[in-house]
């Protein structure tokens, strides 16, 4: 069982990476780059036969994401990279 | 006044942290390894500065979740005082013995100067040495010391006395809500703070304005006895 757990910052808590890689952008010609937000992402193999789904959003809560200022997806059966 | 500083793999602050608890206290703190699963009879300990596991996923993340956090946070919850500076005050916001999140600072800098202290309550037992209001001379070294909390907990922090420090006379390092420098528990015996109060305690340091701290600490600690 594959899953992607994308990590990203909660809307109205400041991302000053974000700013930085869009100014960025903007000193490379991207001239219409109006926000950038940037986040992480985790490919996670799971053994068949867990609850995955509970399993995932478990490690989401008490590890992959700090839940104060950040939100948490998962997608499952991603086969991608 | 017996003390435990808990080492993991990327702390480099612990050597001054001992030797500031040594001046203030006449004796050498235990050094506990993360991966240990019980600590010594102790009236503080100490999570130190440095690098935990090289910050990898958020600050402090990885040091939380160690072996040896379990029992800091039982020694927490039974009263006993606890002290993070820097990486030390990052792991006590992850593993939720402090409300909030050390983000990254908001110049994207790392930052390594001195700044100014505004000790904002002295009715705790680690600032009770200090005059109500006085400002502190004081280094900080972090990436990561942008305190965040939504509204609610910031004025929640504030209506309890439960802000220690806050960055005074314009020194905000960090973009930290509200200026705060440090924070206390709800109980008011776990204390986070980023700057490095171990580093202002010898006169080769240029001043002693962190000795108070500790000897606030030390002080409890033969009461105690």
Same mark, same amino acid.
């Given at each position: 069982?594959?899953?992607?757990?994308?990590?990203?910052?909660?809307?109205?808590?400041?991302?000053?990476?974000?700013?930085?890689?869009?100014?960025?952008?903007?000193?490379?010609?991207?001239?219409?780059?109006?926000?950038?937000?940037?986040?992480?992402?985790?490919?996670?193999?799971?053994?068949?036969?867990?609850?995955?789904?509970?399993?995932?959003?478990?490690?989401?809560?008490?590890?992959?994401?700090?839940?104060?200022?950040?939100?948490?997806?998962?997608?499952?059966?991603?086969?991608?990279? | 006044?017996?003390?435990?500083? =808990?080492?993991? &793999?990327?702390?480099?602050?612990?050597?001054?942290?001992?030797?500031?608890? +040594?001046?203030?206290?006449?004796?050498?703190?235990?050094?506990?390894?993360?991966? @240990?699963?019980?600590?010594?009879?102790?009236?503080? !300990?100490?999570?130190?500065?440095?690098?935990?596991?090289?910050?990898?996923?958020?600050?402090?993340?990885?040091?939380?979740?160690?072996?040896?956090?379990?029992?800091?946070? +039982?020694?927490?919850?039974?009263?006993?005082?606890?002290?993070?500076?820097?990486?030390?005050?990052?792991?006590?916001?992850?593993?939720?013995?402090?409300?909030?999140?050390?983000?990254?600072?908001?110049?994207? +800098?790392?930052?390594?100067?001195?700044? +100014?202290? @505004? !000790?904002?309550?002295?009715?705790?037992?680690?600032?009770?040495?200090?005059?109500?209001?006085? !400002?502190?001379?004081? &280094?900080?070294?972090?990436?990561?010391?942008?305190?965040?909390?939504?509204?609610?907990?910031?004025?929640?922090?504030?209506?309890?006395?439960?802000?220690?420090?806050?960055?005074?006379?314009?020194?905000?390092?960090?973009?930290?809500?509200?200026? =705060?420098?440090?924070?206390?528990?709800?109980?008011?015996?776990?204390?986070?703070?980023?700057?490095?109060?171990?580093?202002?305690?010898?006169?080769?340091?240029?001043?002693?304005?962190?000795?108070?701290?500790?000897?606030?600490?030390?002080?409890?600690?033969?009461?105690?006895?």
């Amino acid at each position: 069982m594959r899953a992607r757990v994308f990590v990203t910052l909660k809307s109205g808590v400041l991302d000053p990476q974000g700013q930085a890689i869009q100014g960025a952008l903007g000193a490379l010609g991207f001239a219409g780059v109006q926000s950038v937000r940037q986040g992480k992402v985790f490919d996670i193999e799971l053994a068949d036969g867990a609850d995955a789904e509970t399993e995932l959003k478990a490690m989401c809560e008490k590890l992959l994401a700090n839940t104060v200022i950040e939100n948490y997806r998962v997608e499952f059966g991603s086969d991608r990279g | 006044m017996r003390s435990a500083i =808990i080492l993991f &793999p990327g702390t480099n602050r612990e050597r001054d942290m001992a030797a500031a608890l +040594k001046r203030a206290s006449g004796r050498d703190p235990a050094i506990v390894w993360h991966a @240990e699963t019980t600590l010594p009879a102790v009236d503080l !300990i100490v999570l130190p500065g440095g690098f935990s596991f090289g910050d990898y996923l958020r600050a402090g993340a990885i040091a939380a979740r160690s072996p040896v956090m379990a029992e800091v946070v +039982k020694r927490a919850n039974e009263g006993v005082l606890v002290l993070g500076v820097c990486n030390g005050f990052q792991s006590l916001c992850e593993v939720g013995l402090l409300p909030g999140v050390l983000m990254r600072n908001a110049s994207l +800098k790392f930052v390594c100067r001195e700044v +100014k202290l @505004e !000790i904002a309550n002295t009715q705790t037992p680690f600032t009770h040495a200090y005059r109500p209001r006085q !400002i502190i001379r004081c &280094p900080v070294a972090h990436h990561d010391g942008n305190y965040f909390a939504d509204e609610a907990t910031l004025d929640r922090l504030e209506g309890e006395g439960r802000i220690a420090f806050r960055y005074a006379e314009g020194t905000n390092p960090n973009g930290s809500r509200r200026d =705060i420098a440090g924070i206390l528990s709800e109980r008011g015996n776990v204390l986070g703070m980023m700057p490095h109060p171990e580093d202002m305690t010898d006169e080769a340091h240029g001043a002693l304005d962190g000795l108070g701290l500790f000897r606030s600490i030390a002080g409890i600690g033969e009461m105690a006895a």
